[in-house]
DNA sequence: ACACACCATGTAAAGGTTTACATCAGGGCA
DNA sequence: TGCCCTGATGTAAACCTTTACATGGTGTGT
């Protein structure tokens, strides 16, 4: 009718010829009211352009349909995969995605809790692995959540994440049928625990092929293009020189090979490097680097899909999900040199 | 009190042994009640952790404080910068961020409009040149909008953008001042102004330098990195070859790069390329490539901003900003080759 | 023919705010 | 003293839904 004003239930009832209860009814559990009301509804809705206000519903129900996504920096070219992911599986049930950034500010997050007290998000995906509200009180008050990548702050929260054991299994195996034995592992010494289980893999695999592990060869970073070329500096300093650098992830392996090529090294002719994570440069990097891939929409739309059973009060069959990591083969591992086989 | 239930304002009030009323005046109008009041529901909220309900609220306001951003593809890198500075200046005045994803899918689209319909959105910031929703009743219904890039179908929506006849200039201007005289331009055919835009800023580079423009070196594409590979093709079966390439966007000239490089020649030793954007892997190009910077955070920020000024009544002081683009040198670029010179 | 069950629909309360309007107290002024 | 104005607070309606409960009508079984 009055285009000015969004039209209510009560224009459909109006036109309908029924009261506001059976619109309501007609419109969410259509079972309950009688085929030829029904129709007569669908028509008034027709008419009116009918959308249901969702504040009201909300209010009413004492939950709305949004999710809040928080994350500590969505600037990351590997968030937004995640987050199409993320958003594709919530729009189709009917939600929307609402994005925190927190930028590791425990200030911000506490404004982002806002939005959950205030039930402007019925559930919560979080990205870091500690809760970025200072976790006091707050804990209990959390909506029904969900990690990417780890398990949140004290646990009890389900996450999705791929396999980092298996995936860093994968890489070493690679090196070592290439026929590395001297390979240099460039951590990260934060207390992620993805980077711990990247390191596990690692020692499994020199394990595996029977490689006594050397400890001088392990370099602690902190997951930065810096740190990575840090690590470089270090091990040239000692006379232990490896024939391949595992890293941690793409950007510390990028770190490493501006390190080598700054030291005159050829890629992979002189020294093998790997990445983990499959950053979108990881393809444009001279040589375009091996390594292993991020299921990153997949895990978006996981992530999304166990928290949308949550909501339905569906518990969770695991609080774990691993998805499979792939080798991705590129151009950045080779056999190793003769130069140092030679020595 | 009871920790289960989240505080209401009755709460508030029954402890600070006032109404509701003033409850709500204490915070939103402060100066309209008595000090010694303000102090006594202050502490009451204090004791409760209470926060307002924002459903409840909005409800009441007939408006959210949720601003839906909806863009063709969140999964595009660029994508992200532009969504910090969008989000960061959204959450300093109190709104929150809603994402649609609608991958030029006009079904898709139609979905979020149904987030404005609800009133769940106050505020819309739309990504595409071309209005998603089918425009026709729609354009009456929407609210305070602003567009990202360009002018937003018929007009009337302000846009935040880049000058990009400035930026087209500076590129142009660089290659003629290191002695390229024939520059082809790799263009977009697709109807978004920023490309059309981008040619006229070559154009005019040519002009002023008094440069008559070769028809049979302007080659319309797609935007996508397919195009500016099949574009040298098309170039190198006619025998007028340029000694430049200008290309309407980074994803061509990566195209183009990759077609030159095929055909053997070397970049920038054989030919100069040059691109668009400034897209994150421009910098991992071989070799890295000299472009346009788009200053994506502070556009989200100028582009909220003005939404936001918007809202509050403020009416535009203009419909169009443009950001100034900044000429960002790296590798792709140098004198023409004097194989050309010579020929 | 009566009781009962069942189905479709209506009535009204509740959810938490904001705000126009009413009320009330106190102070200034004639 | 009486009147009016002002400033602080309270009362209650409105925002739009959803849903428990009430109502009334139809049909089944005895």
Redesign the pocket.
């Known amino acids: 009718m009055s285009e000015s004003?969004?039209?209510?239930?009560?224009d459909v009832a109006r036109i309908a010829?029924?009261?506001?209860?059976?619109?309501?009814?007609a419109?969410?559990?259509p079972e309950?009211?009688?085929k030829?009301?029904?129709l007569k509804v669908n028509q008034a809705i027709a008419i009116t352009g009918?959308?249901?206000?969702a504040m009201?519903?909300s209010?009413?129900?004492?939950r709305s349909n949004m999710i809040l996504v928080v994350a500590p920096d969505i600037g990351d070219p590997n968030f937004s995969s995640i987050l199409v992911g993320l958003e594709n599986e919530a729009r189709s049930h009917g939600y929307g995605v609402l994005i925190g950034h927190t930028q590791n500010d425990a200030q911000r997050a506490l404004e982002y809790l806002k939005f959950l007290n205030s039930n402007q998000a019925a559930g919560l995906i979080l990205f870091t692995g500690i809760l970025p509200f200072g976790h006091e009180t707050m804990t209990a008050r959390l909506p029904p959540s969900v990690g990417i990548f780890e398990p949140v702050f004290n646990g009890g929260i389900p996450y999705v994440g791929i396999d980092d054991i298996e995936g860093a299994r994968k890489v070493v195996d690679l090196l070592i049928a290439e026929g590395h034995r001297k390979i240099a592992f460039i951590g990260d010494s934060r207390t992620r625990l993805a980077y711990k289980r990247r390191r596990e893999g690692f020692d499994a695999g020199l394990d595996a092929a029977g490689i006594r592990a050397e400890l001088r060869l392990v370099q602690e970073g902190d997951g930065t293009l810096e740190s990575g070329r840090a690590a470089v500096e270090r091990l040239f300093v000692r006379d232990t020189l490896p024939t391949a650098f595992m890293c941690v992830n793409d950007q510390t392996a990028l770190g490493v090979m501006i390190g080598l090529k700054a030291r005159g090294y050829d890629i992979p002719g002189d020294f093998s490097v790997t990445g983990f994570d499959d950053v979108p440069q990881a393809t444009f990097m001279t040589p375009a680097l091996t390594t292993i891939r991020q299921p990153r929409t997949l895990i978006g739309k996981q992530a999304m899909a166990l928290l949308l059973g949550l909501l339905s009060d569906r518990r969770p069959a695991e609080t774990e999900i691993l998805l499979r990591p792939d080798l991705v083969v590129r151009n950045s591992v080779t056999a190793p040199s003769r130069r140092w086989m030679a020595k």
């Open positions: 004003t969004p039209a209510t239930i009560e010829e029924v009261s506001i209860a059976t619109v309501s009814r419109i969410h559990t309950k009211v009688a030829s009301t029904r009918y959308t249901t206000n009201a519903r209010l009413r129900l004492g």
